[in-house]
T-cell receptor
Framework: SAVISQKPSRDICQRGTSLTIQCQVD?????MFWYRQQPGQSLTLIAT?????????ESGFVIDKFPISRPNLTFSTLTVSNMSPEDSSIYLC?????????FGEGSRLTVL | AQSVAQPEDQVNVAEGNPLTVKCTYS??????LFWYVQYPNRGLQFLLK??????LVKGSYGFEAEFNKSQTSFHLKKPSALVSDSALYFC???????????FGSGTKLNVKP
């Protein structure tokens, strides 16, 4: 298994600002994933973050809006840029370990 | 296209009764199947998975799931529900040679005393 820490756990932000979410894993992992979960909804994959290369984004998500860093095998960040109320959501970091996904506790973002 | 369906938005069951949360899938290949649980204001927790072998898999907290290839289903079950089982449950599928997981829409389980 893997233990994943996310920061911040929650935040309230103003429209037009940006917020960076951090994800720290207690072991080295090749692949890290960023998901979005809107209230009461399922998970939508934003991007896959590999160390040493650019993140791979899913349809509907672009690097300018959700830049991702992956400086090493235990850490990643997701930035939500130029936020609007539609970005209010839970953002989840996850890693693939032993064939299943492990998730952080999530970062609950509210944009006013 | 790969997809996972959870046909019930909500399942209500009385404590002590058996529970079933349904999941069907559509994939072009051999699937790996998973169940996750999400408690309020928490991330997702892994419950169990089917990779190969026995169609009935057992997982955490007394949950089990049955893989049915002919019906392309992977229903989650528990013989006796607890109030503390009340949560949001997600079914997920992954192809064996791909790293992408596909999640169902989630089913809210309400267990009443």
């Amino acid at each position: 298994s893997a233990v994943i820490s996310q920061k911040p756990s929650r935040d309230i932000c103003q429209r037009g600002t940006s917020l960076t979410i951090q994800c720290q894993v207690d072991s080295q992992v090749t692949m890290m994933f960023w998901y979005r979960q809107q209230p009461g909804q399922s998970l939508t994959l934003i991007a896959t973050a590999n160390q040493g290369s650019e993140a791979t984004y899913e349809s509907g998500f672009v690097i300018d809006k959700f830049p991702i860093s992956r400086p090493n095998l235990t850490f990643s960040t997701l930035t939500v840029s130029n936020m609007s109320p539609e970005d209010s959501s839970i953002y989840l970091c996850s890693v693939d370990s032993t064939g299943e996904l492990f998730f952080g506790e999530g970062s609950r973002l509210t944009v006013l | 296209a790969q997809s996972v369906a959870q046909p019930e938005d909500q399942v209500n069951v009385a404590e002590g009764n058996p529970l079933t949360v349904k999941c069907t899938y559509s994939v072009s290949g051999n699937p790996y199947l998973f169940w996750y649980v999400q408690y309020p204001n928490r991330g997702l927790q892994f419950l169990l998975k089917y990779i190969t072998g026995d169609n009935l898999v057992k997982g955490s907290y007394g949950f089990e799931a049955e893989f049915n290839k002919s019906q392309t289903s992977f229903h989650l079950k528990k013989p006796s529900a607890l109030v503390s089982d009340s949560a949001l449950y997600f079914c997920a599928v992954r192809l064996y040679n791909f790293n992408k997981f596909y999640f169902g829409s989630g089913t809210k389980l309400n267990v009443k005393p």
